[in-house]
């Protein structure tokens, strides 16, 4: 099995940034997909990101344009550089690792956003 750790959430006014990191560690060979998803109160947990091996990006449309998804496979960590950020961004944010055919994946505790003036 794979342990992911997040770290980076906070509070931040709008317009502002905040980098989250997640570290993966145990059995990772299986992981081709990582991805941070995102779960405000009363609402389904979505997709915000994803990225591959591969290199190859999914960006949700509510944040093209001001989120980016990296990974450094030597440190087994993925990143989500979140700029110009709005009250609506404000969630528990999830990192998830996929197997390429999504049949094994693991998730995150989560770490807490808030955007708010």
């Known amino acids: 099995q794979a342990q992911l750790v997040e770290s980076g959430g906070g509070l931040v006014q709008p317009g502002g940034s905040l980098r989250l990191s997640c570290v993966a560690s145990g059995s990772i060979f299986s992981i081709y997909f990582m991805g941070w998803y995102r779960q405000a109160p009363g609402k389904q947990r979505e997709l915000v990101a994803r990225i591959s091996s591969g290199g190859s990006t999914y960006y949700a449309d509510s944040v093209k344009g001001r989120f980016t998804i990296s990974r450094d496979s030597a440190k087994r960590t993925v990143y989500l550089q979140m700029n110009n950020m709005k009250p609506e961004d404000t969630a528990v944010y999830y990192c998830?690792?996929?197997?390429?055919?999504?049949?094994?994946?693991?998730w995150g505790q989560g770490t807490q956003v808030t955007v708010s003036s």
């Open positions: 998830k690792a996929d197997s390429a055919d999504f049949r094994q994946g693991y």
